[in-house]
T-cell receptor, first 115, second 114 residues
Framework: KAGVTQTPRYLIKTRGQQVTLSCSPI?????VSWYQQTPGQGLQFLFE???????NKGNFPGRFSGRQFSNSRSEMNVSTLELGDSALYLC????FGSGNTDTQYFGPGTRLTVL | AQSVTQLGSHVSVSEGALVLLRCNYS??????LFWYVQYPNQGLQLLLK??????LVKGINGFEAEFKKSETSFHLTKPSAHMSDAAEYFC????????????FGTGTKLQVIP
């Protein structure tokens, strides 16, 4: 099976712009979780989608949003970008959901740089 | 609520020496515990996980971890370090019961000296 894919791999934006990142999970996986990874804050959970519904949400402002399509592909959107949004954004897929006993499989990430 | 603390942001070992990466957790209910590895410019890969049952968990690449409830610890070990083990390692915890988010530690970068 193909692994988790994320597009684009690298992105440069300026403050105030918005950005959309895409994640294609492993075939058959219905759960997609998003994480933000920065040197200062480490890995922080953004949200999880399962069968097109947001099931868990982390402590991020409303500028961060996401959605999941019927084919389980997911997108996350960040509006009004700030310098502090520069990070590696990781997507992870699993069959039944994050945490619990289910194994998450991570994509390579999208490196977002905000200038 | 749950949290995880990794002691030591950087650990250096000689090739062939024991690898010990420390992780302590805090959880209000029985936890599920994970160790992930991240190589440069890549996503995370699951090394091993503890859910229930045997407290000594064996993972990939010769790594293992022991769940010690009395010490609230889940330290990662490998008897003999290999150059290819150089990477960043993350301990993570989630709560049992239902679909809970995973909370990650801040990571430990492992350097292997030839």
């Amino acid at each position: 099976k193909a692994g988790v894919t994320q597009t684009p791999r690298y992105l440069i934006k300026t403050r105030g712009q918005q950005v959309t990142l895409s994640c294609s999970p492993i075939s058959g996986h219905r759960s997609v979780s998003w994480y933000q990874q920065t040197p200062g804050q480490g890995l922080q959970f953004l949200f999880e989608y399962f069968s097109e519904t947001q099931r868990n949400k982390g402590n991020f402002p409303g500028r961060f949003s996401g959605r999941q399509f019927s084919n389980s592909r997911s997108e996350m959107n960040v509006s009004t970008l700030e310098l502090g949004d520069s990070a590696l954004y990781l997507c992870a897929s699993s069959e039944f959901g994050s945490g619990n006993t289910d194994t998450q499989y991570f994509g390579p990430g999208t490196r977002l740089t905000v200038l | 609520a749950q949290s995880v603390t990794q002691l030591g942001s950087h650990v250096s070992v000689s090739e062939g020496a024991l690898v010990l990466l420390r992780c302590n957790y805090s959880s209000s209910v029985p936890p599920y515990l994970f160790w992930y590895v991240q190589y440069p410019n890549q996503g995370l890969q699951l090394l091993l996980k503890y859910t229930t049952g045997a407290t000594l968990v064996k993972g990939i690449n010769g790594f293992e971890a022991e769940f010690k409830k009395s010490e609230t610890s889940f330290h990662l070990t490998k008897p003999s370090a290999h150059m290819s083990d150089a990477a960043e390692y993350f301990c993570a915890v989630s709560l049992s019961g239902g679909y809970q988010k995973v909370t990650f530690g801040t990571g430990t970068k492992l350097q292997v000296i030839p």
